[in-house]
């Protein structure tokens, strides 16, 4: 929230919230808003974006298959967040990811808000 100071200068008030990053191949995209639902997080931002490996260096024999410029269509989720629901939302991703067997995962960090302008990421 901006704030005034004696001196007449804005400042920005010391936030609550957390930033969530989440990414994962595009297959898990509805599995991940089910999560984000049951952690009760309602406002999210998501685009397909492509992952990118350079396993140019990895050795042939544990790479028979795939070529050395792998490319993957994925999914990129941001959400501003109360702690609870971040800690919630970890919770179910790690469940989540416990019972795959893909080799694939969802793959989520979080981020402190330090500081905003935006005065609903000040709400608690």
């Known amino acids: 929230m901006l704030l005034k100071e004696k001196n007449g200068k804005n400042k920005f008030k010391k936030s609550n919230m957390k930033l969530l990053i989440i990414t994962a191949i595009t297959a898990f995209e509805n599995d991940i808003k089910a999560m984000l639902q049951k952690a009760n997080i309602s406002t999210y931002t998501f685009s397909n ?4 490996s350079d396993i140019s260096e990895e050795a042939i024999s544990s790479n028979w298959f795939a070529s050395e410029m792998n490319e993957t269509e994925s999914i990129l989720f941001y959400a501003f967040v109360r702690k609870e629901n971040a800690m919630l939302f970890f ?21 402190n808000i330090e500081q905003s302008n935006h005065p609903t990421l000040h709400k608690v």
Request: hydrophobic share 50%; aromatic share 8%.
């Open 49 to 52: 974006v492509t992952g990118f």
């Open 91 to 111: 919770n179910l991703v790690n469940a989540f990811n416990a019972a795959e067997e893909t080799h694939s995962h969802i793959h989520v960090a979080e981020l």
